[in-house]
């Protein structure tokens, strides 16, 4: 399906012809249940040459593949649970089931050889049944929850570009409006039990919702007549506003739990509303002169005014009563950019780059001190800051790229070195599950990118990527309990993917193919503490997939497996307190089958 283009532009609507597709998926994924997916795609032209419309839809279900073991049994006591408790789960196989669909339509309309219209819209909903995490402690893909943590999650954005090419110039105006909901309650049935000395679980719900709005308005005037100068600029708006809301309140915790004492006054746990308003407004230009037929020289800038506005109350017993954000972030500046490119010929060039990037500053909110004491003091924070700077960056890259043997091989690579101040660096506090944002000072990182696509016979395609980065910090950043050396977070140092794929004919009008690919992924950090290692680094892991399949006219039938060696990489873990360690991870080995229609 095209319905989701990461980095790639989707296809266009076509007024030349008709064309549609279809495709569906089954899988089943070891020790878990079926999958299904669906898509479909029509192109319709509306008037020839002037007026098309294509349209994606999908839907997906992925079955789950964690199985819930709670040592206690349903029903539970009536003390065990406050009446605001989302859906009780007792013992249950593959609970964590997912269901997604989407679609995107887009209109393109050409009154004119110079002027094209371009509306859109795309839809995509997401609703689960659980967390896709499971408890290290219970054993693999096993949790021990008392309560079901559904989610929902939609988003819609409208998008309009409207394009007019003057002869000597074309004009974009790419104008877009997005909204985005979110709803989930998380699995916090076994936190109380050591925030409050209890002995036995408490159920009761954690619940957040986020709604956010984002207005994007850009126009860009780009040269396209001959001769040695080619220039590009224009103007940039945009308006992010986001809303959000968390609640761990249950208003029978006293009468369950303490005799209707006020322990918990008004059953609030912890309450929290944020108001986050951003805005930014940019003008950029860049130009490229080419001094001889196979030298360029391309300088750019781009001028930046950002505000941003956050406000926000926490209240609750775990927050130690009521505390307040009120932070504002504004900032101008320049963003400089000088590049060089030589072509040796015309399969190959060179370049060498510098530029400079920012990230604006932004409100944040303190953790709660009652709840992330010990974390802080794990990492010697005694008064974290409600504002984090923005970070700036300064990026030095030289380049080639290359095609050789008729094009059957290319080559494309790259050595970086990037220098930043004021890092913006956001650790996850093991124990208490929040997060801690601020500026790490300063910090390094080098390294290399390499690509290559071979073809060595007709029919095989080999593809390689590789790639290194050494990231540190070059000053110590007691605001994060940092040192000076520590790796960056959230930085794998090695990364590389291999795929080979090979086709050829069978019968008339049939031919076969073959797809092996891997991934590998160096280890990495979450934070600036060691001392808890299952919750400080992840593992180095690689994975596989495998594909093979038959093609004939307009269908095509294809058998794969993914994660081909089951593996099990810790993507991630949080502990609650006491709730043990929710790890996420991949989704294990899964077999399928693919069948689609051109018509």
Request: proline residues 6%; contains cysteine; hydrophobic residues 35%.
């Amino acid at each position: 399906k095209d319905l989701l283009y990461v980095g790639a532009e989707p296809p266009k609507p076509d007024s030349s012809a008709f064309d549609a597709s279809v495709a569906g998926t089954l899988s089943y994924t070891d020790g878990g249940e079926e999958n299904y997916a669906m898509n479909g795609m029509v192109n319709v032209p509306l008037a020839e040459d002037k007026a098309a419309l294509r349209v994606v839809a999908y839907y997906q279900q992925d079955g789950g593949y964690v199985d819930n073991r709670p040592e206690e049994r349903q029903p539970l006591p009536e003390y065990q649970y406050s009446e605001s408790a989302a859906k009780l789960i007792d013992v249950r196989d593959n609970y964590n089931d997912e269901d997604s669909s989407g679609v995107r339509a887009v209109l393109t309309v050409t009154p004119t050889e110079q002027l094209t219209i371009e509306p859109g819209i795309y839809y995509q909903s997401t609703t689960a049944d659980a967390w896709t995490t499971y408890v290290a402690e219970m054993g693999d893909l096993k949790s021990n929850f008392l309560e079901m943590s559904p989610h929902e999650e939609t988003f819609t954005i409208y998008s309009l570009n409207v394009s007019y090419d003057f002869g000597w110039a074309e004009l974009l105006s790419a104008s877009s409006y997005s909204e985005y909901e979110l709803l989930t309650t998380e699995p916090f049935d076994r936190v109380l039990p050591g925030a409050l000395g209890l002995p036995f679980p408490y159920v009761a719900p954690y619940r957040t919702n986020e709604e956010q709005e984002v207005f994007t308005q850009e126009l860009r005037l780009t040269s396209t007549g001959s001769g040695p100068w080619k220039w590009i600029g224009g103007l940039f708006y945009q308006q992010d506003d986001l809303t959000t809301k968390q609640r761990y309140v249950t208003p029978d915790i006293n009468d369950d739990l303490f005799g209707g004492a006020p322990v918990v006054p008004g059953g609030r746990l912890f309450v929290f509303d944020a108001e986050r308003e951003e805005s930014q407004f940019a003008v950029f230009g860049e130009t490229t002169y080419s001094v001889t037929p196979k030298l360029d020289l391309t300088a750019g800038l781009r001028w930046f005014d950002n505000d941003s506005d956050r406000y926000a109350v926490a209240d609750g017993l775990f927050n130690g009563g009521e505390s307040i954000t009120d932070v504002n972030a504004a900032e101008d500046g320049f963003t400089p950019k000088v590049q060089a490119s030589y072509r040796t010929n015309e399969n190959t060039m060179f370049f060498a780059t510098i530029a400079k990037g920012y990230r604006p500053g932004f409100g944040t909110v303190v953790p709660p001190p009652g709840l992330c004491d010990a974390d802080l003091a794990a990492i010697g924070v005694t008064n974290p800051s409600d504002q984090v700077d923005s970070d700036e960056l300064w990026s030095y890259e030289v380049g080639s790229k290359a095609s050789l043997m008729d094009r059957r091989l290319t080559i494309q690579g790259a050595v970086y070195f990037n220098q930043w101040d004021d890092l913006q660096q956001s650790i996850d506090l093991p124990t208490c599950g929040f997060v801690l944002s601020a500026n790490a000072g300063k910090a390094e990182s080098k390294g290399f990118e390499l690509e290559v696509n071979a073809m060595p016979i007709d029919g095989l395609v080999l593809d390689l990527a590789i790639g290194y980065v050494d990231a540190e910090l070059t000053e110590s950043a007691p605001g994060l309990g940092a040192q000076s050396g520590d790796r960056l977070v959230y930085v794998p140092d090695w990364s590389f993917s291999v795929g080979a794929t090979y086709t050829h004919a069978i019968a008339a009008q049939m031919e076969a193919f073959y797809h092996a690919d891997y991934q590998y992924s160096g280890d990495m950090t979450f934070n600036y503490d060691p001392s808890v290692p299952d919750l400080y680094q992840r593992d180095a892991f690689g994975t596989g997939s495998l594909r093979a399949g038959l093609k004939k006219n307009q269908w095509q039938v294809a058998a794969f497996v993914d994660n081909v060696s089951d593996e099990r990489p810790a993507l991630g873990s949080l502990r609650f307190l006491t709730s043990g360690t929710l790890t996420y991870t991949l989704r294990p080995r899964t077999y399928g089958v693919n069948l689609s229609y051109e018509f």
